[in-house]
């Protein structure tokens, strides 16, 4: 059962920072008469303070269209399944046709979101090594890796990133470049005491969970990655 939605923020977002609310006290109204005590002699109970809600962890999520919802309605890609968890807030920053080496639809690959986590300040930075790189030479994907992770790093020094492997289409022969992007992030993460996690192939042997270009998921697709994707974190101890 889901009580609460968590928070997700695109892209486009406008972020919002350091808005505080104030609770002040306030002293009794003289004209209001003090509560009736009861035959015997005892006031009512004061009512108990609430508890206070556990506080989220922050997220964000770097990555390519499978990230993005392409082709889907606002509210189906899987970092907005995952915000609908009770102990995280995710802003999403995928973009299509992004990759570490490749620029996609915003105009830059990943590296060019760190000035945006760096303003975020997450706890928790999740990046998806991305299909668009195939076919990129192998020394240029593991270095320009490894400079955005570094990056990724320096941008948000208390934050825990969290590698993920390359996801494929439907298909179950998956390209060897998947071991490719995968492995350069995995050695990223490392080199800054990150996480990877291999999340495997959700999405192999379900052509029906892809839409009409054979790419990008349906949202039973994304179902299908976020729950992928939320239970190799817990089996890493990311999330509880």
């Not at 002293?27 to 009736?36: E, H, N, S």
Request: charged share 15%; glycine share 10%.
């Amino acid at each position: 059962m889901i009580p609460r939605r968590g928070l997700t923020i695109s892209v486009g977002a406008l972020l919002a920072v350091g808005g505080i609310v104030g609770l002040s006290s306030c002293a009794p109204d003289p004209g209001i008469p003090a509560p009736a005590q009861s035959q015997g002699g005892t006031t009512p109970a004061a009512p108990q303070p609430a508890t206070a809600p556990t506080p989220r962890l922050r997220v964000v999520t770097l990555g390519d269209s499978l990230m993005s919802r392409a082709g889907l309605p606002r509210g189906e890609a899987w970092p907005d399944l995952l915000a609908e968890r009770d102990e995280v807030s995710v802003t999403n920053l995928a973009c299509g046709g992004m990759g570490f080496v490749v620029a996609g639809e915003c105009g830059t690959p990943y590296a060019g979101f760190s000035p945006a986590v760096a303003a975020l300040q997450p706890e928790l930075i999740i990046v998806q090594s991305s299909s668009n790189d195939f076919w990129q030479d192998a020394d240029e994907i593991r270095a320009d890796t490894d400079d955005t992770v570094v990056r990724l790093h320096e941008a948000a020094p208390d934050a825990r990133i969290v590698g993920l492997s390359t996801i494929w289409n439907a298909d179950p022969e998956v390209p060897g470049d998947t071991v490719t992007t995968s492995d350069a992030l995995r050695v990223a993460v490392s080199s800054v005491g990150g996480t990877f996690v291999d999340v495997g192939q959700p999405l192999a042997g379900h052509p029906d969970w892809l839409q009409v270009d054979d790419i990008h998921p349906t949202a039973r697709g994304q179902k299908a990655i976020e729950q992928a994707v939320v239970s190799a974190l817990q089996d890493a101890g990311v999330l509880p």
